[in-house]
T-cell receptor, first 115, second 110 residues
Framework: EAGVTQSPRYAVLQEGQAVSFWCDPISGHDTLYWYQQPRDQGPQLLVYFRDEAVIDNSQLPSDRFSAVRPKGTNSTLKIQSAKQGDTATYLCASSSDWGRRNTLYFGAGTRLSVL | QQKVQQSPESLTVSEGAMASLNCTFS??????FRWYRQHSAKGLEVLVSIFSDGEKEEGRFTAHLNRANLHVSLHIREPQPSDSAVYLC??????????WGSGTKLIIKP
């Protein structure tokens, strides 16, 4: 069974440039998460979807970040006008159930550097 | 708001010796505890999930949970150099959202 796939693996930008990250979750997983992981810190939830619906995007900086999952499968996270503070690894995860016992499966992440 | 702290920040252990990692949390109603491992340039891999006080073993990995002491630990039996990685603790409560610690960097010396 294929795992969670993310691309690109690395991105280097100048401040003010835009970038998109793509995620293909495990087949059949209805819940998809995007996390931001700054260096030497734990992941911080940005947004998560159940099917195509956004369930919680309260931690997503809405002025520059957007995320979509139009068909309830693949997802794209976009940063408009990147800032140096956006430098981090962006992780996508998926799960097949909900509640206390759901396990999140992660992709390898996209490492973003904003110069 | 839930706070999750891990200690030590870094740990070096000789191959074959037991490695013990600690995680404290602030919300005593938490009921979902996970240990993940993160190898450099790789995604997070779940090691052990525990939901009630006591012990849960998954192969060489054993988690101990004591909610009264707001503490969950991970013990790695007979660690190998390939176990060198960052180990992350994640905790959630009634809203099921995981709150993560900053990790312990574990180095296993041959």
């Amino acid at each position: 069974e294929a795992g969670v796939t993310q691309s690109p693996r690395y991105a280097v930008l100048q401040e003010g440039q835009a970038v998109s990250f793509w995620c293909d979750p495990i087949s059949g997983h209805d819940t998809l998460y995007w996390y931001q992981q700054p260096r030497d810190q734990g992941p911080q939830l940005l947004v998560y979807f159940r099917d195509e619906a956004v369930i919680d995007n309260s931690q997503l900086p809405s002025d520059r970040f957007s995320a979509v999952r139009p068909k309830g499968t693949n997802s794209t996270l976009k940063i408009q006008s990147a800032k140096q503070g956006d430098t981090a690894t962006y992780l996508c995860a998926s799960s097949s159930d909900w509640g206390r016992r759901n396990t999140l499966y992660f992709g390898a992440g996209t490492r973003l550097s904003v110069l | 708001q839930q706070k999750v702290q891990q200690s030590p920040e870094s740990l070096t252990v000789s191959e074959g010796a037991m490695a013990s990692l600690n995680c404290t949390f602030s919300d005593g109603t938490s009921n979902n505890f996970r240990w993940y491992r993160q190898h450099s340039a790789k995604g997070l891999e779940v090691l052990v999930s525990i939901f009630s006080d006591g012990e849960k073993e998954e192969g060489r990995f054993t988690a101990h949970l004591n909610r009264a002491n707001l503490h969950v630990s991970l013990h790695i039996r007979e660690p190998q150099p390939s176990d060198s990685a960052v180990y992350l603790c994640a905790v959630s409560g009634s809203n099921y959202q995981l709150i993560w610690g900053s990790g312990t960097k574990l180095i296993i010396k041959p």
